[in-house]
């Protein structure tokens, strides 16, 4: 029988009982309809997994009674993080929830020459914190335990900039017409983050991919047929995953 989990910030401690923020109880009690006394488990999003039972207060409030508590070990051992040209909606979506099952560690999102998503001030943060919610919608189905960040929005030329000032930069970007793929390139040592550049709906502009390979990234294509942006990223992490990561 497979156990309900949610997400619930926190130091967890052995025997303690926390009260669920009225989000999760909701979710347990009316979408989930759990019952008092049931199983389940909790992730703090850092690590940590609780096991337990559920303690129904009132029609909309519940407790979480802490029985066991273990740290996770299913993150993948290759650093990925997956920088995104912003795609319109759902496309964006899918590859935000993907990228998380297929074990990325953070996601930068960035405006691109060809982005035809507009976002201004207050509405970046509101978009990035609904990619979050996604990101640990993700995180409860999957099994992980530790939640990837959204990184702050970012334009192509800030990111290319930062990414440039460290010297240790290990990065692949995606180019339909490079001669260049997976199977040439070597791993980078252990932990180093590999920076994987995917570009928007209509890719990234010829301009962009030579700006990524002079600031020290390697332009990789995945085959003869050009994917889609919302199944490039996913695409080239479970790549990795098979050449260098946990999956066999």
Same mark, same amino acid.
Do not use: H, W
């Given at each position: 029988m497979r156990i309900s989990r949610l997400f619930l910030e926190g130091d967890y401690q052995a025997n303690q009982t926390i009260a669920l923020p009225k989000e999760q109880a909701h979710y347990a009690l009316t979408v989930l309809r759990l019952k008092n006394d049931y199983l389940i488990e909790t992730f703090n999003g850092k690590g940590l997994l609780a096991r337990g039972k559920l303690i129904v207060t009132s029609r909309r409030t519940?407790?979480?009674?802490? @029985?066991?508590? @273990?740290e996770s070990h299913n993150e993948?051992?290759?650093?990925?993080?997956?920088?995104?040209?912003?795609?319109?909606?759902?496309?964006?979506?899918?590859?935000?929830q993907k990228a998380v099952e297929l074990g990325v560690t953070a996601i930068q999102p960035i405006f691109t @020459?060809?982005?035809?998503?507009?976002?201004?001030?207050?509405?970046?943060?509101?978009?990035r914190n609904q990619w979050q919610a996604m990101v640990i919608n993700a995180c409860e189905q999957s099994g992980r335990n530790v939640v990837p960040e959204i990184l702050p929005i970012k334009t192509y030329q800030a990111w290319l900039t930062e990414a440039q000032s460290n010297e240790n930069l290990f990065g692949l970007v995606l180019d339909p017409y490079s001669s260049m793929n997976l199977t040439n390139i070597t791993p980078p040592q252990t932990n180093t983050p590999i920076q994987l550049l995917i570009g928007p709906e209509g890719g990234l502009s010829e301009n962009e991919v030579e700006q990524a390979k002079h600031a020290g990234l =390697?332009?990789?294509?995945?085959?003869?047929?050009?994917?889609? =942006? @919302?199944?490039?990223?996913?695409?080239v992490l479970a790549i990795l995953q098979s050449l260098w990561g946990d999956f066999s």
């Open positions: 519940a407790d979480f009674a802490i @029985e066991t508590i @273990e993948s051992p290759i650093n990925t993080v997956l920088v995104q040209g912003i795609s319109k909606g759902d496309r964006m979506d899918y590859s935000i @020459e060809r982005c035809d998503v507009k976002l201004k001030d207050d509405k970046l943060e509101k978009r =390697t332009a990789i294509q995945l085959g003869p047929r050009i994917l889609r =942006t @919302e199944t490039a990223g996913p695409a």
